[in-house]
């Protein structure tokens, strides 16, 4: 094995210099990391769910105390900007203790009990074991290492096996090393957590029987190669895949009626599909605009002052490129673009416009181009836009610019587009994903693999558990969570009807 | 298409004598049947719950009103007997209204609103959209034409495209009547239920673009041909194939040790497994007793009493007589048998035991053999115990006979059962599955083909779902359950903390 092979290699997206970034681990070790995951799984589901809590909060003060050092070191591997990654370790910190309190409240594990007729029916949802986390390239802390899947996997009570990403490998490395020594000082066993380099490694994790399920955030081809590797599995197991296709929006014609309104909207669609240099899986890519509404040359007018940036790696830009090119081919025309800085992994935010008539299943005109690039289309009547809806793929948000609550389009807008996205935004733009109880961040396929998941928010949770009932098990025998005195105070469902207090002793 | 094409074979079992059935369906008709569902989707979708209790509560009624006519129909196509097919038609009433008042208490829509910082966010489950369900040769009432699948998959806002199964064709053709006759009279849309017939309209149901799932409850090859097919579709749809293995039951050695629980459960053991002829997904097809326990000839002596009977089906009988000729092939030895009935598709039930070195990975003897039959196996200490059961496939059910709560064995084989199958059941067996809240009637790959879910109990609906939030969207374009005024008095979490009392106005 060559040198280039032994060691994950860093760059620096401003320059493409390189640096030597942590050695790949090999298949053997894969093994050894599944093994001992598997071996403390059992101590890590059955620890009270407050304790993983615990585990969780030692972790958020951890990445909090260590911001600093953290933006600095994705900074160097992403471009992002130091004040945009200081603020994503918060968002990390805040997501590691929103899980715990999730966990701690308890209604995830959807405890159920029935007695009738000599029968003692009791339900739960149990952790499924081991998970294997691939994160993000765009975000990497509130989707990296110790992100949303892996704060929500541990708050469940599985271990996780995260795959560093190739794109910020030192910093995945350093992230590691905070997150086995935050677990081991909280008391958590060994297995709670590894991480693993490389890409047989990935597969190698993939593949491990040992790993219940697969979390994954990122493109359709990774995704997808993910799903279909994990199918073929001696047992199959779930693939969690948030991928992401084209967020459309949606510009009312009393929208754009009125002027102010139509300004805010543009400079707001602006703002949002050049945020993050455009590499946000809820990137509103599409604003469908009332033909001769102008809206094409305001949202050109906002673009003006944007600042261009670089993309996270190599690959990205020069698709980013192609994708430009390709959507020119399919019947794009520029409308305004920024100029982009002249060395590194350059991207220059650019706004294209298209007929109506272009948008036709298939085309490149309806499939997601990663980077600050986004496209007008203008519509004729409520007919037109009805039609225009229909042939897009379906995606993880979708968002309309209205004229308020009296817009008379959004009665009908609003449950079309929620037939077709997991989350519907009126006058907001769908970056910015809030985690919350209400939070749902997924969606049909293939703008995800599990439409019925979400990858943010409470129910994140639901992703890695399995319900399982126990018919007339004795006191004893049974887990904590279900015995009748409650010990860790949980809410349940007792013959069909929710208790109103916590319950127990 | 010569005349056996164009129409099911109604057989009767105790003969073998045939009837003509149904006409198939064409794949046209299945088309329009599917477009049909399509076109009135939102309109069931959009109905309040307590409507559509109110259409199941209608097909309840109409399948008690027929309940001679349907069981006489139903024992001529399956030989299960008049008695117990009466009692499944009540059976498949009751879930129906079971399902209904699941569906009007509404939890499983599980809305959740949260409000901060100028954002409001609403989460509901959504409806699919129309489901196809394929249902069992064994319970043609239960798990049929209006079985658990329809009846939760109605309740959760879906239409259903129901598969008539070939084993009882007339009885799915006039089940599908009833079901047709009393929706239209609840006033339900006309596309909220279809039934076909005939394999190649089963497979157009499974490529059907507008369907959205599948419910199936089946044989592993069927089963797994389902997930295959509908993984290919241009977009893949999940299918909640209940597939079942062998469901193991363990005799612990203080059961053992006391002679009347060994009685008990031998005998229980016996009317367990050959119940229905031993054609259930749950039965125990295994049993692992302590050596020199005497557990075989207690369980052989209970089976002397048994009446033989007839399978389903030409092929499950003829698939029985094959299983037990490759079990003894597999090392099983014959302990019992009761002869079969002279003709029809009659089978015998029968006792085998095997060696615990006999049970390896891949050997006939950890396979599911539909029919009488059951496996006894000794084991010499709980280490062995231990190594058996790691041998086994997961299951839907494990049951233990047990000495009662002190048992010391409990506390450590229920845990581990419980990795390993959806239902422990303890001094009890696996056949007869409640329909409560707390019920769960799935389990691990292969068992199920979707491990997170259950075929039975009120998280059936669960399958028919998938989230969608509202960001910021104004009353007005609302779906009614997330309006503040709260319509239909829907259970809802408000910022993270569940509301005490139905909320509303």
Redesign the interface.
């Known amino acids: 094995m060559n040198a280039t092979e032994a060691a994950e290699v860093s760059r620096d997206p401003r320059t493409g210099a390189r640096t030597e970034g942590p050695a790949v681990t090999s298949v053997d070790e894969v093994a050894r990391l599944a093994a001992r995951a598997a071996r403390d799984a059992?101590r890590i589901a059955d620890c009270p769910p407050a304790v993983r809590a615990d585990w969780l909060e030692a972790i958020a003060t951890a990445l909090e105390h260590d911001t600093e050092e953290l933006a600095a070191l994705a900074d160097a591997e992403t471009a992002l900007g130091v004040d945009r990654l200081r603020g994503e370790v918060g968002r990390a910190a805040a997501q590691a203790r929103f899980y715990g309190r999730v966990a701690a409240?308890g209604?995830w594990l959807?405890i159920?009990?029935?007695r009738?007729d000599g029968?003692d029916?009791?339900?739960i949802n149990?952790p499924l074991g081991p998970v294997a986390v691939f994160g993000a390239s765009n975000f990497p802390f509130a989707f990296g290492v110790v992100g949303h899947d892996t704060s929500s996997a541990l708050a469940a009570g599985c271990p996780v096996l995260v795959k560093g990403h190739p794109a910020h490998p030192r910093l995945s490395a350093r992230l590691g090393a905070t997150v086995t020594a935050a677990l081991r000082a909280a008391g958590a066993p060994e297995g709670t957590f590894a991480l693993v380099h490389g890409f047989e490694a990935g597969l190698a994790l993939v593949d491990a029987p040992e790993v219940t399920a697969v979390a994954f955030t990122g493109s359709q081809a990774g995704g997808m190669a993910l799903v279909e590797r994990a199918?073929r599995r001696p047992?199959?197991v779930?693939v969690f895949a948030e991928m992401g296709t084209v967020n459309p929006a949606v510009l009312t014609p009393a929208a754009a009626a009125d002027d102010e309104v139509l300004r805010t909207a543009a400079s707001g669609f602006v703002a949002s599909f050049t945020l993050g240099q455009g590499q946000f899986c809820t990137k509103p890519g599409l604003l469908l605009a009332p033909r001769g509404s102008g809206a094409a040359d305001a949202v050109a007018g906002a673009l003006t002052g944007t600042e261009p940036g670089w993309l996270l790696t190599e690959g990205i830009a020069s698709a980013y490129r192609k994708g430009l090119a390709d959507l020119e081919a399919a019947g794009a025309r520029l409308v305004a673009s920024v100029a982009a800085h002249p060395e590194g992994f350059a991207a220059a935010p650019t706004l294209l416009t298209a007929p109506a008539e272009a948008l036709v299943p298939g085309s490149r005109l309806l499939e997601e181009c990663f980077g600050p690039v986004a496209l007008v289309v203008e519509y004729d009547d409520a007919e037109q836009l009805r039609a225009l809806l229909a042939r897009l793929q379906p995606s993880l948000a979708a968002a309309v610019a209205s004229a308020?609550?009296t817009d008379p389009d959004?009665?009908w807008?609003?449950?079309l587009l929620?037939?077709k996205?997991?989350?519907?935004?009126?006058?907001?733009w769908p970056t910015g994903v809030?985690t919350?109880?209400?939070?749902?961040h997924?969606g049909?396929?293939?703008a995800t693999s599990r439409?019925?998941a979400?990858s943010v928010?409470?129910?994140a949770l639901d992703r890695f558990?399995?319900?399982?009932?126990?018919?007339?098990?004795?006191?004893?025998?049974?887990?904590d969570a279900l015995r009748d005195d409650n010990p860790w105070r949980l809410?349940r469902?007792i013959?069909?009807v929710?208790e109103?207090d916590g319950g127990g002793a």
């Open positions: 059992e409240e209604s959807d159920r009990i029935d009738f029968v029916l009791r339900r149990r199918a047992v199959p779930p308020g609550e959004l009665p807008l609003v449950p929620s037939r996205a997991g989350r519907v935004v009126v006058d907001g809030v919350t109880w209400a939070q749902q997924g049909p396929w293939p439409p019925e979400t928010g409470a129910a558990t399995r319900p399982v009932a126990f018919q007339n098990v004795p006191q004893p025998a049974l887990p809410p469902r013959d069909g929710r109103t």
